[in-house]
């Protein structure tokens, strides 16, 4: 059978145009899929925000939300060579700016930090923290399993504090995890000797504050010792609240345990398997495992639950110092969140009005439940989002107490003995 020219040419011109429209179809799917993954991240669905953008085209907005999982997953050396492959004129690569620093430091690496951020002109104040950073590198020393009995004070059961030695002096600290290494007030940084400079503002829960910062040359905590230790200084921590705060960064170099039934706290150097398996041995054999991330230098946070909800996201934050008097005793609130939320999980309106609140509605953590909690209402909060994942609450002491809570970060995981 014969095909005039102009069949033949129609014929070939229907190909082309149907493998156009092929490719066409198939460049708006991997557009989706890779919007589908950035709104998983928003979710706070890190895993399969992940695993969706690895199956996307490589282009630096895949590279770039293939960094924010590399992060709070503490993989930072994938995360930076991630950032290395996202286009100079990519607009999520200045975004990440702050976050590239902080896997510089998480990598024990403030020289290099410094050296990213001065390229990048990243302003004075995140300069002269980095310079001291660099300049005194913080270092930690433990060799053993250490245990260290929480101390004598009246905040004890609200705020857990323990017996250690700053810059000579014998004190008491707490600990914080919504601290990074030593938080504390003016006057004290001022008679340790500690050298100041002002370092921009910052969120002292939901106040805005001048922040200074320094180094401590030696902080002791039971058998554990550190060098050159970061210093945030903040105006609101004086009188009632003249505290000195030790946080997530301290712990960070260990398996670390708040083992609160017992009233101590266990760390062990974090790579050594060997102590490792001693320190397990320590806690009850009944263990549930929630995953965790952490963003920037300290904020770690997990999924969560409220009433019907068990989709949220929440900011683990042991250190939220909120009584109220119910019925003549003191009552310390577990979560903090806004109004509105509270109204959309479930909450009475008038209820969810007030300042504190008692609810029957279930608070979850991973498996976790409790019922019949003490719960505190913030018009506006400072973590609405950590690059770019929603948080819908700040979970706290009153929750995690009940528990002996080891943070294991090397694999990520919260390790709850109940």
């Known amino acids: 059978m014969f095909r005039t020219v102009p069949s033949i ?22 557009a989706a899929l890779l919007q589908d993954a950035w709104k998983s991240w928003k979710n706070g669905d890190v895993l399969e925000a992940e695993k969706m953008a690895q199956k996307s085209p490589t282009t630096s907005d895949t590279h770039a939300l293939l960094f924010l999982c590399a992060f709070v997953k503490g993989e930072y050396e994938a995360a930076l060579l991630h950032h290395a492959k996202i286009d100079a004129s990519h607009a999520k690569r200045k975004e990440l700016n702050e976050a590239v620093v902080q896997a510089y430091l998480h990598l024990g690496r403030p020289k290099e930090a410094l050296d990213f951020a001065r390229e990048r002109k990243m302003g004075e104040a995140m300069l002269t923290s980095l310079e001291m950073r660099a300049q005194h590198p913080f270092q930690s020393q ?183 008097p119910v019925k003549g005793k003191p009552r310390q609130a577990c979560f903090l969140a806004t109004p509105q939320l509270y109204k959309e999980w479930g909450v009475d309106a008038a209820l969810a009005e007030k300042k504190t609140f008692e609810s029957s ?23 609405n989002f950590f690059g770019g994942v929603r948080i819908d609450g700040l979970l706290s002491h009153a929750f995690l107490y009940k528990y002996t809570w080891t943070i294991d970060f090397e694999r990520r995981r919260y390790v709850f003995g109940e």
Request: glycine share 8%; charged share 20%; proline share 5%.
């Open 9 to 30: 040419l129609a014929t070939c011109l229907l190909v082309v145009l149907q493998a156009l429209g092929s490719i066409s179809a198939s460049a708006q799917d991997a």
């Open 142 to 324: 433990l060799k053993r399993v250490a245990v260290v009995p929480f101390a004598k004070h009246n905040l004890t059961p609200y705020f857990p504090a323990f017996d250690a030695e700053l810059e000579g002096e014998k004190i008491k600290v707490h600990v914080d995890t919504g601290g990074n290494f030593l938080v504390m007030g003016q006057e004290r940084a001022q008679k340790m000797g500690i050298a100041l400079k002002d370092v921009g503002e910052g969120f002292h829960a939901a106040t805005r504050v001048k922040l200074q910062a320094g180094v401590a040359k030696k902080f002791v905590l039971g058998d554990a010792v550190f060098e050159n230790v970061p210093v945030t200084v903040m105006p609101t921590l004086k009188g009632p609240q003249d505290f000195v705060i030790f946080g997530t960064n301290i712990l960070e170099p260990f398996l670390a345990t708040l083992d609160y039934p017992k009233s101590r706290l266990i760390l062990s150097p974090r790579k050594d398997k060997d102590l490792a398996k001693k320190h397990l041995e320590m806690l009850p054999e009944k263990r549930v495992e929630v995953l965790f991330y952490l963003w920037g230098d300290h904020y770690m946070f997990a999924r969560g639950g409220f009433g019907k909800r068990r989709d949220l996201n929440f900011f683990i934050d042991s250190g939220l110092l909120l009584l109220a």
């Open 361 to 383: 509605l279930p608070i979850t953590l991973g498996p976790l439940e409790q019922k019949d909690q003490f719960f505190a209402t913030a018009g506006q909060t400072a973590w």
